[in-house]
């Protein structure tokens, strides 16, 4: 069993910053894509940033230049480092991960969500 546990979200005002973290443990053989979604009230869940197994990182256009994605192989971790964060930010964030082996529903696996608010 395979399970992704996010950390480091919260409150902040407009323009602070936020570092979330999420950790995958269990029966893990590697790890290929890693990602942040994130869903507000009354919206579909949007890509925030992916990054590859060798680092290549992707970014949706409203987040670019603000937040950075990284991992740690060697921890099966990754991080979304946010800043100049804005109301609009304001969001449950999801990890999600590609990761063999797959399990019953397949190879993505997604964390519990943690919840960002951005006061303005």
């Known amino acids: 069993q395979v399970q992704l546990v996010e950390s480091g979200g919260g409150l902040v005002q407009a323009g602070g910053s936020l570092r979330l973290s999420c950790a995958a443990s269990?029966?893990?053989?590697?790890?290929?894509?890693m990602g942040w979604y994130r869903q507000a009230p009354g919206k579909k869940r949007e890509l925030v940033a992916t990054i590859t197994s060798g680092g290549s990182t992707n970014y949706a256009d409203s987040v670019k230049g603000r937040f950075t994605i990284s991992r740690d192989n060697a921890k099966n971790t990754v991080y979304l480092q946010m800043n100049s964060l804005k109301p609009e930010d304001t969001a449950v964030y999801y990890c999600a991960a590609n990761i063999d082996p797959p399990g019953p529903l397949g190879p993505w696996y997604w964390g519990q969500g943690t919840q960002v608010t951005v006061s303005s």
């Open positions: 269990g029966r893990i053989f590697s790890i290929n894509t």
